[in-house]
C-alpha cells in the first residue's frame, strides 16, 4: 500500500466514532465465464444491459497484436470496426456510434454504424435499418410493464439536407425476458415524421407511458413542437433541451420564445389546450413534482434571476444553479442552490421548516394567503460554495447538500454539517430503501471511503457504485485496489477482479433479493457473469 494511502488510513479510523456490531458475512461467489475480450477493443466503449446480463463493446480490428503492442491497424486512416453483442460478432463498419446502448427492459440494443459517406443506419438487434445521410439521438420508450412504451424506438435521421424522425414498432421479445433476435421479418414499416429545416436535438422524448412522443422541430420561419407526428402552435423559437412530459404523463411542457421573451407552455393532453404562462427575458428548464401537480423554472428579469414555484415568484439573485432545482418526493417540499455573489452561496428550501437551523429569509411578495409561510427560505448559512444538491431523503424528511468552507468539502444535512474532508462525490449520495440511511463517498488526500451511519469505510484508490442491500442492512460500494476492482458488502470484501464491467457508465450491481445479487467483471480479458448468495453469521 503506498505510504500517503496508508497514512490517510491510519488518521481515518479515528472518525469510525460508531463500530458496527461484529457480524460475519458468508459469500458464496459463482463466476460463469461468458466471452473473451479482443484487445483491440476500444476503452470506454463496454456497456452492459440495465439487467446485468447483458454486453457489448467496439472493437478495432488489427488495432493491437496478442501481446498488446500496436498493430498493423493502428495507424491507419480507414478504421475497420465492429461490435461484439453478448459474445457474437457483428459486421465491420467504418465507424460506430456515438449512440450505443441497451433498451431500459434490456432486451434490445441499437448503435449508430457507418459503411461509407451519406451512408449511415441503426443497427437494431443485429439487422441493419434504412440508410441515410447521418442519424442522431437514438431513443428508446420506456419498460412499462404491459405497455406500448417498450415496443418503440425513435431517432432523428438526415436526408438530403432535410431532418426527419423516424419511428419503428419494435417485436415481441421472447417470453422471460430473453434478448430480441431482431427486427421481425415483414413487420411494419417505420413512421417517417417530416421534413423539416432541423430539429432539436436533445429534445425528442416519450411519455412516461410510453404512449405519446414528442419533439422540437423548425421550419424557415417558425419553431414548434410534433406531439404524436401533429405540429403543435408555432412560435419564434422552441428551446433546445426543454421538451418533456410531466412525471404523470398527463401534460408537455416545453420553453417557447416569442418576441424577445420567454415562456412555458403547458399541454393538457386529454383536452388538448395549451397554456402559456407569463413571459420573462429567459426562462430555465422545467422542474416537475413527482406527481407531476407541481412545477418550477428559474427565470430571469434583466440582470437578476429568480425562481417561479407554481404561482409564487421568489425573490431575485445574481445567479442560480438551475439544475439543482429538486422536490420531495412526497412534492411537498422544494429546493436549490443560490449564487448570490462569488463568494456568498446558500440553499433555499419552500416551505420553511421550524425544525431546521433557518438563516435570513429569502422571500419576496407573494400571492399565498397572509397566514401562510413566505415562499423560500434560506437554510443553514452561508458558504464559500455549494457544490451539489438538495437531495431529499426517501421519506422527505431531510434534505442534503455539499458545501466548501475554508477549502474542505463537507454534507450538510437538514443545515446541520458533518465531518470535513478533502473532497466529496456530489454524486455519490445513496439513501437506503428504508429512508434511514445515508452514504455517500468522501476523500482525504488519496484515500476515498464510503460514509455512513457516522463512521467510514476503508480507504480506496476510489469508491463508486453506492447502493444498499434491498432490505437496507448493508451498504455495498465497489473499491479500486491499485489497478484492481473489489465489492465490498459492509465491511466484507470479495473477490478482486481487473473491473467490475457492471459499474461503469454510473451502473449498479443487480439484487435480487436480499441476500442475492449480480454483477459481469473482468478477469483478465474475459467477461465474467458473478453470482453472489450472502449468509449473515
Not at 413542437?225 to 408555432?234: F, R, S
Request: charge should be positive; aromatic fraction near 10%.
Amino acid at each position: 500500500m503506498p505510504r500517503n494511502l496508508a497514512a490517510a488510513l491510519a488518521g481515518l479510523t479515528l472518525l469510525a466514532a460508531h463500530p458496527a456490531t461484529a457480524q460475519t458475512i458468508e459469500r458464496k461467489v459463482k463466476e460463469t465465464r461468458l466471452h473473451r475480450v479482443d484487445r483491440s477493443w476500444l476503452g470506454g466503449s463496454f456497456t452492459c444491459s440495465p439487467n446485468n446480463r447483458r454486453f457489448a463493446h467496439v472493437v478495432q480490428k488489427g488495432r493491437v497484436d496478442d501481446q498488446g503492442r500496436p498493430g498493423p491497424a493502428a495507424k491507419q486512416k480507414h478504421k475497420e470496426l465492429f461490435v461484439v453483442l453478448d459474445g457474437r460478432k457483428h459486421p465491420i463498419y467504418a465507424d460506430i456510434g456515438p449512440d450505443f446502448l441497451f433498451s431500459p427492459d434490456s432486451r434490445h440494443f441499437a448503435y449508430i454504424a457507418q459503411k461509407a459517406k451519406n451512408d449511415v443506419f441503426v443497427v437494431l438487434d443485429g439487422v441493419e435499418l434504412d440508410p441515410y445521410d447521418d442519424v442522431f439521438r437514438i431513443t428508446f420508450g420506456p419498460a412499462t410493464p404491459g405497455g406500448r412504451g417498450a415496443r418503440r424506438m425513435a431517432y432523428f435521421a438526415v436526408k438530403d439536407k432535410q431532418c426527419y424522425c423516424v419511428v419503428h414498432d419494435l417485436p415481441a421479445a421472447p417470453a422471460g425476458g430473453a434478448p430480441a433476435t431482431g427486427p421481425a421479418a415483414g413487420g411494419p414499416a417505420p413512421k417517417v415524421i417530416g421534413p423539416f429545416r432541423n430539429v432539436g436535438l436533445d429534445t425528442l422524448t416519450f411519455s412516461p407511458d410510453g404512449k405519446h412522443l414528442a419533439f422540437a422541430a423548425r421550419d424557415r420561419d417558425d419553431g414548434f413542437v410534433i406531439l404524436d407526428g401533429e405540429k403543435q402552435t408555432a412560435y419564434e423559437a422552441v428551446i433546445d433541451g426543454t421538451v418533456q412530459f410531466t412525471p404523470d404523463g398527463r401534460r408537455l411542457a416545453y420553453v417557447a420564445a416569442e418576441d424577445q421573451k420567454w415562456f412555458v407552455v403547458l399541454r393538457d393532453l386529454a383536452a388538448g389546450k395549451d397554456r402559456e404562462l407569463p413571459a420573462f427575458d429567459n426562462v430555465g428548464e422545467v422542474t416537475f413534482s413527482p406527481a407531476g401537480d407541481r412545477l418550477a423554472f428559474v427565470a430571469r428579469v434583466a440582470d437578476k434571476q429568480f425562481v417561479v414555484l407554481g404561482e409564487d415568484r421568489h425573490r431575485p439573485h445574481d445567479g442560480i444553479v438551475p439544475e439543482s432545482l429538486a422536490f420531495s418526493p412526497d412534492g411537498k417540499r422544494f429546493g436549490y442552490r443560490v449564487d448570490e455573489t462569488l463568494t456568498r452561496q446558500f440553499m433555499v428550501l419552500d416551505p420553511p421548516d421550524p425544525s431546521l437551523a433557518a438563516g435570513s429569509a429569502a422571500t419576496a411578495p407573494s400571492t399565498r394567503p397572509a397566514d401562510a409561510p413566505p415562499p423560500g427560505r434560506q437554510i443553514g448559512r452561508q458558504y464559500d460554495s455549494v457544490l451539489a444538491g438538495p437531495v431529499f431523503s426517501p421519506d422527505s424528511k431531510k434534505v442534503i447538500y455539499v458545501a466548501l468552507k475554508d477549502r474542505k468539502q463537507f454534507v450538510v444535512v437538514n443545515g446541520v454539517e458533518e465531518e470535513r474532508y478533502d473532497g466529496i462525490g456530489g454524486g455519490s449520495f445513496t439513501f437506503s430503501p428504508d429512508g434511514k440511511r445515508l452514504a455517500y463517498a468522501a476523500r482525504n488526500g488519496p484515500a476515498w471511503f464510503v460514509c455512513y451511519d457516522g463512521r467510514v469505510s476503508r480507504a480506496y484508490h476510489g469508491v463508486f457504485g453506492i447502493t444498499f442491500t434491498p432490505d437496507s442492512r448493508f451498504v455495498c460500494f465497489a473499491g479500486r485496489k491499485g489497478a484492481d476492482e473489489v465489492i465490498v458488502v459492509g465491511r466484507d470484501e470479495g473477490y478482486t477482479f481487473m473491473t467490475i464491467l457492471s459499474l461503469q457508465r454510473g451502473g449498479r450491481i443487480s439484487f435480487t433479493s436480499p441476500t442475492d445479487f449480480h454483477y459481469l467483471a473482468g478477469i483478465k480479458w474475459n467477461v465474467y457473469l458473478v453470482t453472489e448468495k450472502m449468509t449473515v453469521k
